[in-house]
């Protein structure tokens, strides 16, 4: 069974920084594609960062020159480096990745961690 586990979300006041990660475990062949959503309340999901296995890597307008995403291959990890965090960017951030294994390929999705950013 694949899972998605996050960490490092909390509350942060404006101006500060947080770094998310996400860790894959369980049976798989590899991760192609892993990323960022954040959901705020009443507003719909969006996508934040998206990084390839090569290491390409895009954003969110939103957070462009704030956010930085990366990933660890040999630890199935992606990060988020937040910097300069708004009261905006409060949201549930999500964990997601593209993964291939024997019995099945999809999308697999975190928890979701609780970042709040105060004023």
């Known amino acids: 069974q694949v899972q998605l586990v996050e960490s490092g979300g909390g509350l942060v006041q404006a101006g500060g920084s947080l770094r998310l990660s996400c860790a894959a475990s369980g049976s798989f062949l590899r991760i192609s594609a892993m990323g960022w959503y954040r959901q705020a309340p009443g507003k719909q999901r969006e996508l934040v960062a998206a990084?390839?296995?090569?290491?390409?890597?895009n954003y969110a307008d939103s957070v462009k020159g704030r956010f930085t995403i990366s990933r660890d291959n040999a630890k199935n990890t992606v990060y988020l480096q937040m910097n300069s965090l708004k009261p905006e960017d409060t949201a549930v951030y999500y964990c997601?990745?593209?993964?291939?294994?024997?019995?099945?390929?999809?999308?697999?999705w975190g928890q979701g961690t609780q970042v709040t950013v105060s004023s």
């Open positions: 990084i390839t296995s090569g290491g390409s890597a």
């Open positions: 997601n990745a593209h993964i291939y294994s024997v019995v099945a390929t999809g999308d697999y």
